[in-house]
């Protein structure tokens, strides 16, 4: 008995098998939810942690105000930060830059002070970069106001970036809020928040510690290291030198330790210097 023999199926034209691949491609390449429904994810995500960061800057804002602030509200306009006679040289800071910058007269030595010799402020704890930050509020409402609001905002900021390092080492809250107490509320700056705000300009260190790490970890290129460094080194030096001396014997000392108790990150390590290098 003679079996049929399926009939051959019409061969479609050229262009209709292009469309019907490109048809293929495209439902493979497609992803299986509204790319829309995904940016609103990722855009919640985000502004799910920027919330909890602005939470906790507000949170150290408000204890560091309780704490060191709020004796300030209720006192005179001539009550300043602190006990003692050191924030007067602070003070008169905050005014010089932004005066000798304004009318051109050179920063780094004054005749204003021990006239008519004068003094070189290059190698005194004349805080630049807290007076510079700071020009716009001193110039509005004065230096003893403006060192005030300086002075309370220095634990707090400490206490907000060390939680920054925290929550991206833990990737929890809680434990982070902690961490960052402890760094920015830690008796060393209660110590110095008696009257020494150069030494209590510490919010940088958690920034630079976590820029280190985020290129070890290969979240950042050597460029990419540099642009993050070098501002933050430049900016400590204009807070306080040894702090910044300290800081990079720090950094240092980290390399080396790292690279004992962490074989695997060894290389790595190694070709950080080239960029740490490049941001000093």
């Not at 995904?38 to 995500?45: E, H, P």
């Not at 924030?87 to 905050?94: G, K, L, M, P, R």
């Not at 409402?141 to 920054?164: I, K």
């Amino acid at each position: 008995r003679a079996r049929a023999v399926p009939r051959a199926a019409a061969t479609p034209p050229p262009l209709a098998l292009e469309r019907e691949d490109a048809r293929r491609l495209a439902s493979r390449c497609r992803p299986p939810y509204d790319a829309g429904v995904a940016v609103r994810q990722v855009r919640s995500a985000l502004s799910r942690r920027d919330r909890a960061g602005m939470s906790a800057l507000a949170l150290y804002a408000t204890l560091a105000f309780l704490l060191f602030g709020l004796r300030l509200v209720t006192g005179t306009g001539s009550t300043y930060s602190g006990t003692g006679r050191d924030q007067q040289i602070f003070i008169w800071a905050f005014a010089w830059w932004p005066h000798a910058i304004l009318h051109g007269l050179n920063p780094f030595v004054t005749h204003a002070v021990w006239a008519p010799d004068g003094i070189n402020l290059a190698w005194t704890t004349t805080v630049p970069g807290l007076a510079l930050l700071f020009a716009p509020l001193t110039l509005a409402a004065g230096p003893v106001a403006s060192y005030n609001v300086a002075a309370v905002l220095m634990p707090a900021l400490a206490a907000w970036t060390a939680f920054l390092l925290c929550r991206d080492l833990t990737r929890r809250m809680w434990p982070s809020l902690v961490g960052g107490y402890l760094f920015g509320f830690s008796s060393y700056m209660l110590g110095e928040q008696l009257g020494h705000i150069h030494a209590t300009s510490a919010f940088l260190v958690p920034l630079v510690a976590l820029v280190v790490l985020r290129y070890v970890r290969g979240d950042l290129s050597g460029w990419a290291l540099v642009a993050r460094l070098a501002p933050l080194l430049a900016l400590q030096l204009l807070f306080a030198t040894e702090f910044a001396f300290t800081l990079t014997l720090a950094v240092a000392c980290a390399l080396v330790i790292g690279a004992a108790v962490a074989p695997a990150l060894r290389a790595r390590l190694v070709t950080s210097l080239v960029p740490l290098t490049g941001s000093y």
